[in-house]
Structure formats: structure tokens, C-alpha cells
């Protein structure tokens, strides 16, 4: 089961509530979206400590996202009208579009393709318009403007037919990664229609079928159960025919791995074959401590699952919020990373998926005026400047590629991909 905010008002969980927190959250939930599975609720939340729980502060907005000036014209705004106006501007102020996602929508001739990415070489995204949604939603979330309404630049895909031309035209093309939102969210009849398209034999390099999901962070029972057994055999066979199948998990806590149910589901997508890597962005409050990714990653290899990234939060939503600067972050990552087994050292960050590429941040070094972040790309638009390292002014407080001041060579790099790149805004309003 999964609750609305009004569901959730009318649930037994909301008497746990001060009535402070309630009309807090009545405010909240009008910028930012809200949704919980049951499971969330009854598993996973411990209610008695909900201001330090993690997975409170993952699910139920907090205050401080808000910043005062907004409290004070939420609290006073008069009529419903003006209230839709002023929570579409400060969603609009929380920068809800990132660093040009548009720029990396593909075309056939001069067709665009709406529900797809493509940035790096050898992978394509792709949103199925039917899974841009999710089974709870992160306070922190990205893609939070996807949910709410806001948008004319909701990723949608048109059908399968765009997917399917435009894999066939791009040979070079080996990952297809279906994103949402989650598309776990759709049933198996809509996510087999999908999957159906890439056993075309004219698709045969397109080799790993990729799926990024938290699903078995926030429903688990979607693996489980005669639907979960339907879908468990249908990957099967997938892998059988030849296709790499890999979930990439969103876990952001070792709390969303202690339950039965998603030990269980975990082992059936093992046993089905399936590859399991897992990722999450680095955030405050939630789980902004060595310890935790300590535990987690250990616990994650222990279930048999590989760690992969590290995320640095985005610049969007309440970042003011939830970020951590860029050397806390480093510094998070290297204590927790000297703590583990080698096999949990497949995961790499903290990193920043950032508009020119992904972005490591994988040393810091010098001392006093000459002290430097050491970075490198670990994905980018031009494959020429992966993996070579090149520096940036060290900058405490800095928690996003724009607030750095780049090695010159490399910010000349960066500025010839964007005359390459970014999209006019005549074809931006064409992709809306
Ligand atoms: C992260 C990402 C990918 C996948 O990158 P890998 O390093 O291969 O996991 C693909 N496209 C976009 C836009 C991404 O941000
Ligand atoms: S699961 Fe992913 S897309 Fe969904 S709300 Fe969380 S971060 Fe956003």
C-alpha cells in the first residue's frame, strides 16, 4: 500500500505526530512532493527516534528545507489561487532543472526523442512515462520536478518505437539504463513491453540491460510474491539469451537492509542471474558519517551486492539543506573506504554528476594558498579527458564543480564542450 499525503493524514501513523509536525508537514508537502509505501512505514521508520532517524528525515520533508522567507509566504497567503502561484515559484527557485538535462536528449534527423538521454557514449537513458514515479520519495530527490506538476520538461517517452530507432542507429550504444522516477514502479505486462524491444536482433549491442531503482529499498515485496516470481523469470531468460541484467540499487542506509524481505528479495535476483550494484548520494543529516557507509558497503558485499557510487548531493531542491561540502565529503569517503574489504573497493566517489561528465573528487593536496582539490572524470561527453587527473583551487566550502576554480587547460576543455553541446533555446523549448 502506498499513501498521498491526505492517506497518510488519515492513517493511524500520524496520531505518533505532534500537531506542530502535522501542520508543518500540511505546508511542506504543498512545495515538495510526498509519498510512502506501508512498508517504509511499518519497517523501517523508528517512529520513537524520528528526529534523528535517517529514514524519517529520507521520507517526511523537514523544516529547515524550507528557507524563512517561504514559511512566512506560505503561512499567509490568502485563497487557493494565490497559494498556487507562490508554491510554483519557489519550486521554481529551487532550481528544479539542473544543470541542462535537456542538452543531452538525442534526435533522429530532427525528430527529438523526449523520453530518452543520451550523454555518454556507450549509455543511454531511458524514461519509460509510465515509471516516473516512485514507490516512496526522497526528501533529497533530483527529480523531485517530475512529481509535482511543475513541468514541461517531465521525461516521457513517446513509445517504444523511439527506443527501439534509436538504439538500432547507434551501434555504439552497449548500456541501456531504464531511470524514472522508478521504473520498477510498472507492472510487469508494461516493463516486458519494454524489455521485449531490446531482444530484437537488431539491437544485439545493446548488451546490459541496466535498471535504476530503490525499489528494494522502499518495497522489496516487488521481487517477491507470484508477480516478483513472473518478473524473476523473465529476467532469467534475459540473462539466458545473453544480456547482462543489472540493478543499480539506491540505498542510502544500512537501516534499509536489515529486514527479512529485502534479504530475500536480493537473494532471488541473485539467484535469477542478476547483477546488483548500489549507489547514493552523500547527504546531510541522512547518512553524512563514515560509519554509515562503513556499515553499509560492508553489508551490502556480505548480501552479495557490489558498491558503485558515491554521490555528491545535486544542485537543486533544498541543496541549502542537504549538501555537504566537497572536502567533508572527500574526507567521509576516505575514512570509510580505508575501513573496508577490498571487494567492497569497487565503489568509486564521491563523485559529482555533473553537466560536462561525472566528476571524482579523488585528492586533496598542497598546504596553506597552494592546497588544491585533485580531480578527474570518470564519465564525460569527451572520452579524451577521462580518467586524467587536473586540479582545482581548494575551496572549504565548495559543494558543486561550479563553485571551483578548474586548472585552465581543462575549464578550456570544458567550455569548447558546451559550444559543442548545449542546446539553443529554441531546441529546448522544442524538447518542452
Ligand atoms: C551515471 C550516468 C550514466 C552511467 O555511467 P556509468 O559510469 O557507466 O555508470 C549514463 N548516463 C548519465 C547521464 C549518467 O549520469
Ligand atoms: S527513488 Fe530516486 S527518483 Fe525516486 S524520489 Fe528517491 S531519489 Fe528521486
Same mark, same amino acid.
Not at 520533508?61 to 522567507?69: A, G, T, V, Y
Not at 586548472?407 to 569548447?416: K, M, N
Given at each position: 500500500m502506498f499513501y498521498s499525503f491526505s492517506k497518510f493524514l488519515k492513517s493511524n501513523y500520524v496520531r505518533i505526530l505532534s500537531s506542530k509536525e502535522v501542520e508543518d508537514l500540511k505546508i511542506l508537502t504543498r512545495v515538495f512532493p510526498f509519498k510512502v509505501s506501508s512498508y517504509v512505514l511499518e519497517e523501517l521508520i523508528d517512529w520513537e527516534n524520528r528526529y534523528e532517524d535517517p529514514i524519517y528525515r529520507l521520507i517526511f =520533508?523537514? =523544516? *529547515?528545507?524550507?528557507? $524563512?522567507?517561504h514559511w512566512n509566504e506560505l503561512k499567509n497567503v490568502r485563497g487557493f489561487e494565490e497559494e498556487r502561484a507562490i508554491v510554483k515559484r519557489i519550486r521554481l527557485e529551487l532550481n528544479p532543472h539542473p544543470n541542462g538535462q535537456t542538452d543531452n536528449i538525442p534526435r533522429i534527423g530532427d525528430r527529438l526523442l523526449g523520453g530518452l538521454q543520451h550523454k555518454y557514449r556507450e549509455t543511454v537513458l531511458f524514461f519509460p512515462a509510465q515509471g516516473q514515479t516512485c514507490h516512496a #520519495?526522497?526528501? #533529497?530527490? @533530483?527529480?523531485?520536478?517530475?512529481?509535482?506538476?511543475?513541468?514541461?520538461h517531465k521525461f516521457k517517452s513517446k513509445e517504444q518505437r523511439d527506443l527501439f530507432d534509436y538504439l538500432s542507429l547507434h551501434k555504439e550504444v552497449t548500456d541501456i539504463l531504464f531511470t524514472g522516477g522508478d521504473p520498477m514502479w510498472m507492472s510487469n505486462e508494461k516493463l516486458f513491453e519494454y524489455f521485449d524491444v531490446l531482444t530484437h536482433s537488431e539491437l544485439e549491442h545493446v548488451r546490459n540491460v541496466r535498471i535504476g531503482t530503490k525499489v528494494l529499498a522502499y518495497y522489496p515485496k516487488? @521481487?517477491?510474491?507470484?508477480?516478483? %516470481?513472473?518478473?524473476?523469470? #523473465? @529476467? *532469467? /531468460?534475459?540473462?539466458?539469451?545473453? /544480456?547482462?541484467?543489472?540493478?543499480m540499487a539506491h540505498f542510502s542506509h544500512w537501516k534499509e537492509l536489515q529486514t527479512e524481505k529485502v534479504h530475500e528479495a536480493v537473494r532471488r535476483l541473485r539467484n535469477a542471474g542478476v547483477q +546488483?550494484?548500489?549507489?547514493? $548520494?552523500l547527504i546531510k543529516g541522512i547518512n553524512d558519517s563514515s560509519e554509515v557507509w562503513r556499515d553499509m558497503w560492508t553489508e551490502q558485499v556480505k548480501m552479495g551486492m557490489i558498491p558503485y557510487y558515491m554521490f555528491v548531493e545535486r544542485d537543486t531542491g533544498a541543496q541549502h539543506y542537504f549538501s555537504v561540502p566537497l572536502a567533508r565529503a572527500y574526507e567521509i569517503f576516505t575514512d570509510a573506504y580505508s575501513q573496508i574489504s577490498g571487494l567492497a573497493k569497487t565503489v568509486r566517489g564521491p563523485s559529482m554528476s555533473a553537466w560536462p561528465g561525472k566528476v571524482l573528487v579523488s585528492g586533496i593536496m598542497g598546504e596553506g594558498n597552494s592546497k588544491k582539490f585533485i580531480l578527474k572524470f570518470i564519465q564525460s561527453r569527451d572520452p579524451d579527458l577521462i580518467n586524467i587527473p587536473f586540479y582545482a583551487e581548494y575551496d572549504p566550502e565548495a559543494i558543486w564543480l561550479n563553485d571551483l576554480e578548474i *586548472?585552465?587547460? +581543462?575549464?578550456?576543455? +570544458? %567550455? *569548447?564542450m558546451k559550444k559543442k553541446y548545449q542546446r539553443t533555446p529554441d531546441e529546448v523549448s522544442e524538447v518542452a
Open positions: =520533508p523537514q =523544516p *529547515e528545507m524550507l528557507k $524563512p522567507s #520519495y526522497c526528501t #533529497y530527490c @533530483f527529480r523531485w520536478a517530475q512529481f509535482v506538476n511543475l513541468d514541461d516487488r @521481487f517477491l510474491g507470484e508477480e516478483g %516470481d513472473e518478473l524473476l523469470r #523473465y @529476467f *532469467e /531468460k534475459m540473462v539466458s539469451d545473453g /544480456k547482462n541484467v543489472s540493478v +546488483i550494484r548500489t549507489q547514493a $548520494p *586548472e585552465p587547460s +581543462i575549464q578550456q576543455a +570544458i %567550455d *569548447e
